[in-house]
């Protein structure tokens, strides 16, 4: 059991206020507003109505190593046992279900609830329906809840709808907007009156326990849309470039200066059938960086022609890949290649958002270069660029043009992070930061 030091500043100010029907801790990676609502929730776990309480978060992996193991850490297993068979954790007596709510369907799991309060992890990257749903079944008297979230678009549903209708706000700066007069003045369905939500903006130095170095290699991690999000708490949008670091004359590399390689983690390759198939050949050099060392670039074919191209060219470049790390959607593709027992195969990790993120950090910090043989891959980074449509609707997401090399890119990358993530001299968040 580690011990809790005392809250200071912004983060005292949150725990004393959170007394809303809906509390909402957001900003910055690291800022502290996890371990706050953490608090918050294991009082209420103690002391709140009687009633089903419940966690949710993208999936019931992420809700038990973001939530629950550091609650046991401050508690002790005594007083906090998880219950994988059925999907349920023990806190401080209270039985709390846990839902994971990665897409659409998720609200189907919650219908029909009756709750006594729910705790939501970084509650902007769920389903719109899922969250109106949870909302909704908190019908006990007295039911509360508790979310955390870091920025996204300033058009993302969850601010323009929830957060800029907050009735109490201690804001980045650390100033206070109070509407608590108007929720009490006017009457429920008027559209003025605020929601009965508080909201608490955490920023990266609001987290007072942190090692000033690590805080510099977490600020250093970041550039752009990513910076202003996730170490200023800015709801900002994503426009532009999403490589803004890269710059040639800093990352690529001329073949012959490739340093020897300690290891050859991946080929990452995103499938195409009307559009190109592209891969992306990763390693970890000697130097403690990881390099996209070559570039596969086969002409348009059968699954078998494919197939048969990749062993070819696996020879011809004499470096064979530990994985092979294929678009999740190329079922035949995969099946052939597991037949002709071309490499090893998985599934690419493809959380795009994520993805994009670890490898700007990896180019921010200039831990990850380019050899000059992946050519096309050099062409497309320059135009590889956010949505200004999507943008519009607040959602991130890249223009879907001349990206298959940046895609296979990026599958390399993270689907080998287990394998290259601590080996880095300067270490960056990883895919999935922790809120």
């Known amino acids: ?14 725990v004393q206020n959170s007394t809303a029907r809906l509390n909402v801790y957001e900003g910055s990676v690291r800022s502290s507003k996890t371990i706050c609502s953490l608090i918050d929730w294991i009082r209420y776990c103690r002391k709140g109505p009687p009633g089903t309480l419940l966690m949710t978060g993208r999936t019931e992996r992420t809700i038990i190593n973001n939530l629950i193991l550091p609650i046991q850490e401050m508690l002790g297993p005594g007083r906090v046992s998880i219950n994988r068979g059925n999907g349920t954790v023990n806190i401080c007596g ?35 329906s ?32 929830w957060l800029d209708r907050a009735k109490f706000w201690i804001r980045d700066d650390g100033s206070i907007i109070d509407r608590r007069g108007d929720f009490a003045r006017l009457q429920a369905g008027d559209p003025d ?40 708490g800015k709801w900002v949008v994503a426009d532009g470039a999403i490589y803004e670091s890269f710059d040639e004359a800093e990352h690529k590399v ?11 983690l991946a080929l990452g390759i995103d499938y195409g059938t009307t559009n190109p198939t592209a891969g992306i050949l990763l390693g970890i050099g000697a130097d403690g960086r990881l390099y996209a060392i070559d570039e596969w670039s086969p002409p348009r074919g059968t699954d078998a022609e494919l197939s048969a191209a990749l062993a070819e060219w696996l020879r011809d470049t004499k470096h064979e890949p530990e994985w092979v790390f294929v678009d999740p959607a190329a079922a035949s593709f995969k099946l052939q290649l597991y037949r002709d027992d071309t490499a090893r195969v998985a599934d690419a990790t493809n959380e795009v958002l994520d993805g994009i993120r670890t490898v700007a950090a990896l180019f921010s910090t ?9 050519e096309r891959l050099l062409n497309e980074i320059h135009g590889y660029v956010w949505d200004s449509k999507q943008s519009e609707k607040g959602i991130d997401k890249p223009v879907k043009l001349d990206d298959h090399f940046c895609d296979a890119l990026r599958y390399a990358v993270v689907s080998s992070q287990f394998r290259w993530f601590s080996h880095l001299s300067t270490p960056i968040p990883a895919a999935k930061e922790a809120a």
């Open 94 to 128: 209270r039985i709390v279900i846990l839902v994971g709510a990665n897409n659409e369907a998720a609200r189907t799991k919650i219908q029909g609830l009756t709750l006594a309060g729910a705790y939501v992890d970084e509650a902007p990257t769920l389903p719109e």
């Open 130 to 161: 899922y969250w109106n749903m949870l909302f909704s079944r908190l019908s006990v008297p007295g039911a509360q809840m508790f979310a955390t979230g870091n920025p996204e678009s300033p058009r993302h549903w969850f601010k323009t709808q």
């Open 366 to 374: 200039r831990q990850l270069l380019i050899s000059d043989r992946c």
């Open 254 to 264: 001329p073949h012959g200066n490739l340093p020897q390689m300690s290891r050859v």
């Open 193 to 232: 009156r605020p929601l009965d939500l508080h909201r608490f903006t955490f920023i990266l130095d609001d987290n007072p326990n942190l090692d000033p170095d690590f805080v510099a290699s977490l600020k250093s991690s970041y550039t752009g849309v990513w910076y202003l999000r996730f170490v200023l």
């Open 1 to 14: 059991m580690s011990a809790i030091r005392p809250l200071v500043g912004k983060q005292l100010l949150a």
